[in-house]
């Protein structure tokens, strides 16, 4: 059971070593524990082995409808924030006509985020793995496919992908990369949202829980450097990178801390979502993040990718 992989799944150097034993703390889906090893080369975190075995366990069908209804204020600030980001990015789209794909969209939330920040986007496409979300996308009028964007087939093309909190969730995130890099429309952007390990919290938590694992369904956690290493092998390029708040993870990395010493209670039943301690923790943390932004490299980035040219 407890093998110890051979290399690192993005640079594939050998200098690896492990990095934090961690249960699912915030779902409570699976006992048992599982391994996340650190590459000393590249500095991504990755779990070992991989749980695909226990892909229905550990995405219960509670976890997406946890998932929204966790979206509190917090969010909705962060909505407001995404929208300003996402203006920016509608003006260097050219075009009548626009084509959005969001991979791991769920239900079209954030299609209709979008959809009401930019008049001319006429195809709106969700891709992802929840069989329940389909009815209320399609009822919103986002095409929807059900299966992962490996799986997925189409003639389009399109202007603008998303892949929020998307990458780390995969056991091939290159794979996943290069379809993604298929479906871009020359001038296209893909947006990606993903943890960061070379932060502040990472560091802090390591010994007791860090949130950026969300084990056990983070399996490929990037740095700045090694998401750069993994673009090597593909035809696209980082435009810009940002860091963004992670407050999220303070919360989860808190919350799941004073667990296990016993001083909150938190259950499959009631995850730490639902604990009282989240949203004002969230909240701070949100506040603190967003203020050393400029500065100090937050535990979660924003990355715009386009293709390269020539
Ligand atoms: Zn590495």
Redesign the pocket.
């Known amino acids: 059971m407890s093998t110890t992989p051979a290399y690192?799944p993005?640079?594939?150097?050998a200098a690896?070593a492990l990095w934090s034993v961690a249960k699912d703390y915030e779902y409570f889906s699976v006992p048992g524990e599982f391994s996340y090893y650190g590459?000393n080369?590249?500095?991504?975190i990755f779990i070992h082995p991989v749980p695909v075995e226990q892909l229905m366990q550990i995405y219960p069908p509670n976890y997406y409808s946890f998932v929204n209804k966790g979206r509190g204020m917090v969010v909705r600030l962060k909505e407001w924030l995404d929208k300003r980001l996402f203006k920016k990015i509608f003006r260097q789209l050219e075009g009548d006509s626009l084509n959005i794909l969001d991979v791991g969209g769920g239900t079209g939330w954030m299609l209709d985020i979008l959809k009401a920040t930019d008049k001319r986007i006429v195809f709106t496409q969700s891709v992802d793995i929840d069989t329940n979300a389909r009815t209320e996308a399609e009822a919103k009028g986002h095409a929807y496919f059900t299966g992962t964007i490996e799986q997925f087939v189409t003639d389009k093309k399109f202007h603008l992908i998303l892949m929020l909190n998307l990458v780390e969730h995969v056991a091939d995130p290159l794979a996943v990369l290069q379809k993604a890099e298929d479906l871009l429309m020359p001038g296209g952007i893909i947006l990606i949202k993903t943890p960061n390990t070379d932060s502040w919290d990472a560091r802090l938590y390591r010994r007791s829980y860090w949130g950026g694992l969300h084990c056990p369904r983070h399996w490929v956690i990037f740095s700045e450097k090694?998401f750069r290493?993994l673009l090597q092998s593909t035809g696209l390029q980082v435009q810009k990178l940002t860091y963004t708040q992670g407050a999220p993870f303070w919360a989860f990395s808190i919350i799941a801390s004073l667990y296990r010493r016993r001083m909150v209670n938190i259950s499959a039943k009631r995850p730490i979502i639902f604990h009282w301690l989240f949203a004002p923790l969230a909240a701070l943390f949100a506040l603190i993040d967003f203020i050393r932004r400029p500065f100090a490299k937050t535990s979660q980035m924003f990355i715009m990718l386009d293709k390269e040219k020539g």
């Open positions: 690192c993005v640079c594939h150097n690896i590459c080369n590249c500095k991504s090694s290493l």
